[in-house]
């Protein structure tokens, strides 16, 4: 009977402990907002540059695979976008052009 005794508190002790993380999940739970449709809970969406700022882009892209801080703060004034965005754009072309030459390549 005494292990039976040791096993029953045992097992109660876990349930209640089990409860009492519960309750404290419960109370503490914090409700985000809702993202905005057509948003990812990310964030921001994702930039969607015009055919004529991609056509500017590919441009200044084929003439030199990197721009300066100033350039890129220009470009972004001028398409009223974040800077982070023609960043991105540079960096993920650099990426494709990268994947392309190892193609060629190969």
Not at 21 to 40: L, M, N, W
Not at 57 to 83: G, S
Not at 92 to 102: D, E, G, H, M, S
Request: no cysteine; net charge positive.
């Amino acid at each position: 009977m005494g292990n039976a005794s040791r096993w029953f508190k045992h097992i109660t002790r876990m349930a209640d402990a089990n409860n009492v993380r519960k309750r404290k999940s419960d109370s503490s739970e914090v409700k985000k907002p809702q993202p905005k449709q057509g948003q990812t809970s990310g964030g921001k969406s994702k930039t969607r540059f015009t055919p004529e700022q991609l056509l500017t882009l590919n441009k200044i892209f084929e003439e030199r695979k990197y721009i300066d801080e100033k350039e890129r703060q220009e470009l972004a004034e001028n398409f009223n976008v974040a800077e982070k965005s023609i960043h991105n754009w540079f960096q993920n072309a650099r990426t494709r052009w990268k994947k392309a030459v190892f193609v060629e390549q190969s």
